[in-house]
């Protein structure tokens, strides 16, 4: 007998006919002999719904309340389930962020989960329940419902099933798995059985949504195994587990790309001590979250500076930069949003020599120019012109032999 | 400095732009320099909304589950509520069952509040906020979340003045108060300035809608002042209070009517000890409510037995009735669904003589033909043709010299 976790996300919920059909499914897997500890994210739209219900009220809803309200969500999508599962025959019981209780920070909207009670929820399975637990919400140590921030739901099943010392948590999804690369640019993506925590969190960084990368960070530090898999289909999935010796044998996992950045670059820059911290101090007040950061070696006591933040950031980013500028007597500030970050991602990095150099070559070969390139152990990520994405994720796809050799339909 | 619970009903938050009239009118007593605590329902057609998803899930929906259902509505009123205060620059905390907490049984769908602690409240007040409770909801000593049955609002609110020994529970609703007879049917109607907590128990169970039963009787038993009174005027409601000398100078309060329910006779009942426990077991047993019973003195060992239930639990209980009857040799088995009920109200029928008198020649005047009396210390009810309902309830007003004298515009 198992203890499995299972999260299904708003689409896999998103009517009566899809909840009945989880219940159907889940269901199965407990007749099979397990326990199971279902998550459910609110159905698909409610969440935008109560959103835009705050809006009407005032632009700038308060936190605190904004938590109460959207919290509703997950709460009517576990009582749903728990209903259906009930009509089958079966035994369910929901149980809220309160109930269980999962105990989070003061942080409304963003709230880290602190720790878990177990005790509810196990007597619950040990009494022959199905357990539905609405996802995204905690409470803090005031008695105050808290949400854990978009894809939230992720981060309390696997939590969930790192309190319960779970033997699995599957992370139902409209896709089948963890992919070499988005299918949807390059046919010859192949399904991987297995990904590194490491690996996954470089991909969810670099914009793959599968998995929120607060879970994975979460499974890791717990060591929880995660399958990622398809509501609609049996298939087996990826799993997302630590990393093994073998996966080092292969140099590069997958590639990865962000078309969601700007580039900012300050020319002739006064190259003195603490001028980075004057540049970049006003830009984190605002909460800008800055990504590539690159800094040439001065000439004549002069300096470019580049860096990256997210496009919806862009122009606020640009008026405090221009200001900075002036003030330190930069020459001029330059923006750039039609480009994109093309990344390759593998543990094997650090064994394998030479992955750089391919890359470069591979991009060059296609004329595809690079702008700024940034490192860690186990990725390497180029800037490119926006309009080169797709060929450089299919050239890097093959150079890297991840090319699925199998026909496919088109 | 006065402590106020206010209740807004459904149809009073039932748009963006009512919560904030709310918000504005209760920023308005506030700053008046009393303690405010909303209790809200949910927005009009929520509850029923959220009904229907889990009648789409079951016909029959668990109990516990379909109260984590609707609780979220009201959860969804009071974020918007204090969303909307705080934005107009006041501060207010919203606090659900869970967070106050009320304690309640276990009847899902039904409970009764056994107590409520009042130190959050208190807390946030002395704050300087105003609070808002979700109504309807409450937490059983399992930590399930619980409601009221419909109406329960108002049993919040009544509740939560009681526990916090608050000034006034101030119901607000569409009408402007409680009136000595239905207005729409009896031009002549006046608003009364007083009535007794008993008074409106009778006017309540006998069809009188504006507030709920159990609310009274919880107002009563903790001797909570209600002033019953219009969301959208800032003129006097009605005070709902104990019974004080002056009332008794008044024999008739009022006159309420009700055409929901439907007459059974069952004739020739041969009149042994336990026919009618014999008759009626099997109707408790199925959940029907009787009101009036009358049985004749016999007649030659048989006698007639004549009871009302709703009109919705009519067919069933004919069916049910029609059985026994068989089975017990009774003579046979008269349904009637064209009556209707008209009652007249008042404490001072106590210390006042010849009241029953003047109904019965009222109604003989008017040629009214009364099927069945039932009385109470405070009320005497009559069943009537339901075609004579209006006139009835009109020329009793007037016998009893409830008629406005005012003249009104038609």
Redo the contacts between chains.
């Keep these: 007998m198992a203890l499995i976790v299972q999260k299904y996300g708003g689409t896999s919920v998103g009517s009566?006919e899809k909840?009945?059909a989880v219940a159907e499914r889940v269901i199965e897997t407990s007749i099979q002999g397990n326990q199971m500890v279902i998550v459910l994210s609110a159905m698909a739209g409610q969440t935008d719904g109560?959103i835009k219900?705050?809006n009407?009220?005032?632009e700038?809803?308060?936190s605190?309340?904004?938590d109460?309200?959207v919290?509703?969500g997950e709460?009517?999508s576990?009582?749903?389930f728990?209903?259906?599962v009930?009509?089958m025959g079966y035994d369910a019981?929901?149980l809220?962020g309160?109930?269980v209780a999962i105990h989070t920070d003061h942080l409304f909207g963003k709230a880290r989960i602190h720790d878990i009670e177990t005790d509810?929820i196990i007597r619950n399975l040990d009494q022959g329940r199905i357990v539905t637990v609405a996802g995204f919400q905690g409470l803090d140590d005031h008695?105050?419902?808290t949400t854990l921030g978009r894809g939230g739901s992720d981060t309390t099943a696997v939590a969930l099933a790192a309190a319960l010392k779970a033997d699995v948590c599957e992370i139902f999804t409209d896709v089948n798995g963890v992919y070499t690369t988005d299918p949807n640019i390059c046919p010859r993506a192949k399904k991987m059985d297995f990904i590194s925590y490491e690996e996954m969190l470089e991909m969810a960084s670099l914009g793959a949504k599968v998995l929120e990368i607060r879970s994975v960070e979460f499974a890791k530090k717990f060591d929880v195994p995660i399958h990622v898999r398809s509501t609609f289909t049996n298939e087996r999935g990826t799993m997302v587990v630590a990393e093994t010796k073998d996966m080092e044998k292969v140099a590069v996992s997958g590639v990865a790309y962000n078309k969601n950045e700007a580039r900012v670059t300050i020319r002739k820059v006064p190259d003195q001590p603490g001028i980075a911290s004057r540049i970049f101090d006003p830009v984190f007040r605002a909460g800008i979250v800055v990504d590539m950061i690159v800094q040439n070696t001065s000439q004549d006591g002069l300096t470019d500076l580049t860096f990256t933040v997210l496009k919806t950031d862009f122009y606020k980013t640009m008026k405090l930069v221009s200001d900075i500028a002036a003030e330190i007597g930069a020459e001029r500030v330059l923006g750039d949003e039609d480009i994109a970050k093309v990344s390759i991602i593998g543990v094997g990095m650090r064994t394998h020599a030479g992955v750089a150099k391919t890359m470069f070559a591979t991009l060059a070969k296609e004329n595809i120019n690079i702008m700024m390139i940034s490192t860690s152990e186990i990725k390497i990520s180029c800037l490119i012109e926006e309009k080169y994405t797709e060929l450089a994720v299919r050239v890097l796809h093959k150079a890297f032999g991840l090319d699925d050799e199998k026909e496919k339909a088109s």
């Design positions: 009566i909840i009945r109560l219900l705050a009407d009220i005032t700038d809803p308060d605190r309340e904004l109460v309200l919290s509703t709460q009517i576990v009582a749903l728990a209903m259906a009930k009509t019981r929901s809220l309160f109930q509810r008695g105050d419902i």
